[in-house]
């Protein structure tokens, strides 16, 4: 069934089929809908079904943003208007019931009892395959903007659960140090061609935060003995999301792999970790009264990496990163500790932390209402009041996506007065999605190569 998995949902023939059922499944319910009215009458009936369907989605959308405050920032437009058909669908179908299930059907007066039910019951078949059709077409455009599941196995887990747990012969051996300077490593003849990825539970020994499994990177040179001391990075996830994001729609593995093939199979140990527990939560990546996260992130997670793992422990080889409330977690880390992460990797970065889009509810939930709390925290508050001379930070966002790139633009001006190295970039024909930090990383990856010493 392994082709099954392979099936690729964002382009290719799902994109095809999907284009086909939802534009004729449209067609069938607009045309069924208004089959027995006048031309003006059925124009009406569709017009007034695409204007409530869009009335319906921009609503949700508020209620999503400023009640339920499901997410800090709004979500983007080419999301929304994808949304429309299959609302627009979802009203035509309804009505379309009403017209088979709500009046005297036109076979009632065939002498045979069962027809109408039949004819209803195809009827209603027909009509419910062609709001699927519509649906499927919405949901496969709003998929490959936001480029998370690019195959059926991404979107149904079944490759990244089989992910093996780290296993003792790749861990450091307590009490001494299996590796060699990375300018003293010289590739081994057999050098495997691929890196490896291993999923491990990262205790809060500290802080007390239970997170989910984190996702590690071992490059083809850590599979040598001995092993180079290699430089560290540590990514977040969007939210809401998890970090087996980084494996689909970041496409991390591959990403990794290409770099390290271009330079004698070394690449940064990477790990994936998670800093808000759950799909929905967002601790902020803070301590707060939402969580201890920053302590999590700024001492658990380091002490684990360098007592698991044959690493460089010099904080100039450690990098933070991450995409959207990922990249803002990875600004907090860079600012707020650069003796432990001395560079960021910031794709579509937030202007700071946020649960919800009104400001002073993220203040109130996280810090009972104390402002000056919070702004002390943020990077823009700790970029104000001190320098980071020798650190970096490489910017990337969708051109397709203005607001994010105004903080970009905002937060790299503040990120050079304060004395960041910096470097910022416009992804082209990208908008607020998993394509950004995909297609950014490679990117980001040379920027810190340079830093740490990664030569071709």
């Avoid at 149904?156 to 299996?178: F, H, N």
């Amino acid at each position: 069934m392994d082709f099954i998995e392979d099936i690729r949902l964002a382009d290719g023939p799902v994109l095809w089929i999907a284009w086909a059922a939802g534009v004729a499944g449209l067609a069938y319910l607009l045309w069924r809908s208004g089959r027995r009215h006048t031309i003006s009458a059925s124009a009406v009936v569709i017009a007034a079904a695409l204007m409530l369907a869009a009335a319906l989605v921009a609503g949700t959308h508020l209620l999503l943003i400023y009640v339920l405050l499901a997410f800090p920032e709004e979500l983007p437009w080419e999301t929304l208007v994808w949304s429309v058909p299959a609302v627009a669908a979802l009203l035509l179908w309804l009505l379309r019931l009403h017209g088979i299930w709500g009046r005297r059907p036109f076979l009632a007066s065939i002498p045979r009892p069962t027809l109408p039910v039949l004819h209803r019951v195809r009827s209603t078949a027909a009509a419910s395959a062609a709001l699927l059709g519509v649906v499927a077409l919405s949901a496969v455009q709003v998929n490959a903007y936001f480029g998370l599941n690019h195959t059926v196995s991404d979107l149904t887990g079944t490759a990244v659960a089989r992910i093996p747990v780290l296993e003792d012969a790749l861990k450091r051996q307590p009490g001494e140090s299996a590796t060699v300077s990375l300018s003293d490593w010289a590739p081994p003849a057999g050098l495997p061609a691929d890196g490896i990825i291993r999923k491990a539970a990262i205790p809060g020994t500290v802080s007390g935060f239970r997170s989910r499994d984190a996702y590690i990177y071992l490059p083809p040179a850590y599979q040598s003995s001995p092993r180079p001391a290699l430089p560290v990075l540590v990514l977040f996830s969007g939210q809401p999301g998890s970090p087996a994001d980084w494996l689909t729609g970041g496409a991390l593995r591959s990403r990794l792999d290409r770099f390290a093939s271009g330079h004698g199979g070394v690449s940064p140990v990477v790990v994936v970790v998670d800093p808000n527990g759950t799909p929905s939560g967002n601790t902020l990546c803070m301590d707060s009264r939402i969580a201890q996260a920053d302590t999590f992130l700024a001492q658990d997670v380091p002490a684990w990496i360098r007592a698991t793992v044959d690493v460089d422990p010099d904080p100039r080889q450690w990098a933070a990163g991450g995409f959207s409330f990922g990249a803002t977690c990875a600004m907090q880390m860079v600012t707020r500790h650069p003796d432990i992460y001395s560079a960021a990797l910031a794709f579509s970065s937030e202007k700071e932390p946020a649960i919800a889009k009104e400001r002073h509810k993220t203040i109130d939930a996280s810090f009972g209402g104390d402002t000056a709390a919070f702004d002390r925290l943020t990077p823009l508050g700790v970029m104000k009041e001190r320098r980071f001379d020798g650190k970096a930070i490489y910017f990337g966002a969708g051109e397709r996506d203005p607001e994010f790139v105004q903080y970009m633009a905002l937060l790299s001006g503040a990120a050079r007065a304060a004395g960041f190295t910096v470097e910022v970039h416009r992804i082209p024909n990208a908008g607020h999605s998993w394509e950004t930090a995909s297609r950014g990383l490679p990117g980001g990856l040379d920027f810190l190569a340079a830093r740490w010493g990664i030569k071709p």
